[in-house]
């Protein structure tokens, strides 16, 4: 088994919080974002990084770089049921008194964005990002499509055939990985995310709000991350981490360990995924959740300023599905 080594994170920092994104007014360069750590010393650092990095930043998580291990995750964790969306509220992190007073006084801090909900005689801080993270950012090049107009539409064609069955096409060199393709949790998750209407459309809403909100000033576009999350997540089973105030019954979510439930909205219809290094076209059989990068004896790099293409497989680090269960799927346990 081989280490996975972050380029840009030091081996034993810890994730504290996530600031803006940012770029040169007028580049047309990706969008990069700022997140804050302490490494082993207990010195605080900023990196700016890759927006491709997002989805390894799991507010908490101690990047430790083990074989095996890449990072470990921290907090208190809590499990619960989510109320129906529109009972939720939008606040400003800064407000939550579970943020501690060190990050509450960096400002691109406390104005990140989160949903407030209660549930379960709990209340519950849940920072945008990283439920877009969790349902979301699963690769690099799902989160890049997500910061340009219609980016799913650019990566996958959808078709419907005469017989129903609908056929997922991707192009070689500006499409998904081929490695992607051939992971069953993967299809799974891409079906979800293009063939479900409402949930389509949430993806869709980070480059709207992205568009809409960006701020000039000094030279550079600043944006705090937000996206309208899918209506369809009532009684979706969360398991998350952070800190919790059993007198207060408040807790601030750092990471969502795991989604159970989520509705996967598709009828009984065949699903195939083509691919031009695929000799044939996949569907719902293949490997279970999860899985890892390709296999050797060497250490794996990953740095988030490129993604490989397909002579480079090796380096084509896709991250587990961790824990996303879908209830009445209809593309799963094929034949």
Not at 97 to 102: D, H, Q
Not at 120 to 134: D, S
Not at 161 to 173: C, F, R, Y
Not at 297 to 302: G, K, L, M, S, T
Request: net charge neutral.
């Amino acid at each position: 088994m081989k280490k996975i080594l972050f380029k840009d994170i030091p081996t034993d920092a810890k994730l504290l919080a996530m600031g803006n994104h940012f770029r040169r007014s007028g580049d047309r360069q990706q969008w990069r974002v700022a997140a804050y750590f302490r490494d082993h010393q207990g010195n605080e650092l900023t990196r700016n990084l890759a927006v491709e990095a997002l989805c390894v930043m799991g507010l908490g998580r101690q990047f430790v770089q083990l074989e095996g291990e890449p990072y470990r995750s921290g907090g208190f964790k809590q499990e619960f049921s989510l109320p129906p969306v529109a009972s939720w509220q939008e606040r400003c992190l800064g407000d939550c008194s579970r943020l501690s007073k060190r990050l509450a006084v960096r400002r691109e801090v406390a104005e990140q964005k989160c949903f407030v909900f209660d549930t379960g005689g709990i209340t519950v801080w849940l920072p945008k990002f990283e439920l877009a993270r969790k349902l979301f950012f699963h690769a690099g090049f799902l989160v890049r499509a997500a910061y340009h107009p219609s980016g799913l539409d650019i990566i996958f064609n959808v078709k419907q055939d005469d017989e129903e069955a609908i056929h997922i096409h991707t192009p070689a060199k500006t499409g998904a990985p081929v490695s992607i393709l051939k992971k069953k949790a993967y299809r799974d998750l891409l079906a979800w995310l293009l063939l479900n209407e409402d949930v389509y459309r949430s993806f869709n809403s980070i480059w709207m709000l992205l568009n809409r909100d960006l701020r000039n000033r000094n030279g550079y576009q600043r944006w705090q991350f937000d996206f309208r999350p899918p209506n369809t997540l009532d009684g979706v089973k969360v398991i998350a981490r952070g800190p919790y105030d059993s007198d207060d019954r408040e807790m601030l979510i750092w990471e969502i360990s795991g989604l159970q439930g989520l509705d996967a909205g598709t009828n009984e219809q065949d699903i195939y995924f083509h691919h031009p290094s695929l000799k044939l076209p996949v569907r719902g059989a293949g490997e279970g959740r999860g899985g890892s990068g390709a296999q050797g004896a060497d250490d794996i790099e990953v740095d988030t300023e490129q993604e490989p293409d397909e002579a480079k497989d090796r380096q084509s680090i896709e991250l587990p599905v961790e824990d996303i269960v879908f209830s009445n799927s209809a593309f799963q346990n094929r034949p």
